[in-house]
């Protein structure tokens, strides 16, 4: 796979899985919530950007909420970012295009680590010389799950394709060109402390992916918090704030304006978008609406 179709598959991935930790168990039900306002509804669906075949079918409660939904959200246009002008710009603002580059930007530390990580997967760092830290550790994530039989077939992309073919209509919460800008930023003025955390990130992934799976499909707020939301928060609150906290704020009136209408909508979200003290349940909770795992 060439480093923009890697990059394709693992946008959406890394602003969900960038940081992995911890757990506690606390069991409920699935990753799906039904969000009332009088005789309104919304449903929120938790995603995991890539999946592996055996994790499909996905709980019976997806299907629930989509076939009972004339409307499906997601995060961003998942459809154009096959389209060359998006291609063009991701390149464009991912890569240094003057004469910055890794090894000018990282200091020595980070640039040997990221250097003797790539000798570990058998790949020249040359390859990505000219790529910022955030498409560099995309591209890193999204091979090593893929290493791990994971494929970009996730929750989004499998409920993208279910409602061009039966014709529902799509929406998103936020462009690409948004979703690129956050990528692009990514451990901006701190571009060697965020190659060494994500590198270490990388070297634990294959011991935290079953867990992780296992609290996403049973809607284990407490286990997700932990693994998504807590040590970002105290390892990283600049990156939390814009990657997790900013973009539910921005999320939330559009979710507010759904419950306003008639019409059913399925709202399906990175899994960390849902959890901890500033997920989307808990806004919608504090505002006083109905909220109800299925």
């Given at each position: 796979m060439n480093n923009m179709a890697v990059f394709r598959s693992g946008c959406n991935f890394l602003l969900t899985f960038i940081?992995?930790?911890?757990?506690?168990?606390?069991?409920?039900?699935?990753?799906?919530?039904?969000?009332?306002?009088?005789?309104?509804?919304?449903?929120l669906g938790g995603t995991v950007h890539l999946l592996r075949p055996s994790d499909y079918p996905l709980p019976e409660e997806y299907e629930q909420a989509y076939?009972?939904?004339?409307?499906?959200?997601?995060?961003?246009?998942?459809?154009?970012?096959?389209?060359?002008?998006?291609?063009?710009?991701m390149l464009e603002q991912l890569t240094y295009q003057n004469a910055r580059s890794l090894k000018t930007v990282l200091n020595e530390e980070a640039y040997t680590a990221l250097s003797d990580y790539m000798v570990e997967i058998g790949m020249p760092l040359m390859m990505m010389e000219n790529f910022k830290p955030g498409m560099v550790i995309s591209t890193l994530q999204v091979m090593e799950f893929?290493?791990?039989?994971?494929?970009?077939?996730?929750?989004?992309?499998?409920?993208?394709?279910?409602?061009?073919?039966?014709?529902?209509?799509?929406?998103?919460?936020?462009?690409?060109?948004?979703?690129?800008?956050?990528?692009?930023?990514?451990g901006e003025g701190n571009e060697s402390e965020f190659i060494l955390l994500s590198i270490r990130d990388l070297e634990e992934t294959t011991e935290i992916m079953n867990d992780m799976i296992a609290a996403w499909r049973t809607g284990n707020n407490d286990q997700l918090a932990a693994?998504?939301?807590?040590?970002?928060?105290?390892?990283?609150?600049?990156?939390?704030?814009?990657?997790?906290?900013?973009?539910?704020?921005?999320?939330?009136?559009?979710?507010?304006?759904?419950?306003?209408?008639?019409?059913?909508?399925?709202?399906?979200?990175?899994?960390?978008h849902l959890v901890g003290p500033d997920g989307l349940l808990r806004l919608l909770s504090r505002k006083g609406y109905q909220v109800r795992q299925l």
């Open positions: 940081v992995l930790m911890l757990s506690n168990n606390v069991s409920a039900d699935t990753s799906v919530w039904e969000v009332k306002f009088d005789s309104n509804t919304v449903y076939q009972a939904s004339s409307k499906i959200y997601l995060e961003t246009d998942l459809s154009s970012m096959n389209e060359l002008s998006v291609q063009t710009k893929q290493r791990n039989g994971f494929t970009p077939q996730g929750v989004d992309v499998y409920f993208n394709n279910r409602a061009i073919e039966d014709a529902k209509t799509l929406g998103q919460l936020e462009s690409i060109q948004e979703q690129i800008g956050f990528l692009a930023s990514m693994m998504f939301v807590t040590e970002m928060q105290n390892e990283a609150p600049d990156l939390y704030d814009t990657l997790l906290r900013q973009r539910n704020l921005n999320w939330f009136p559009q979710i507010e304006q759904m419950l306003s209408d008639s019409v059913t909508e399925f709202v399906l979200v990175g899994a960390a």
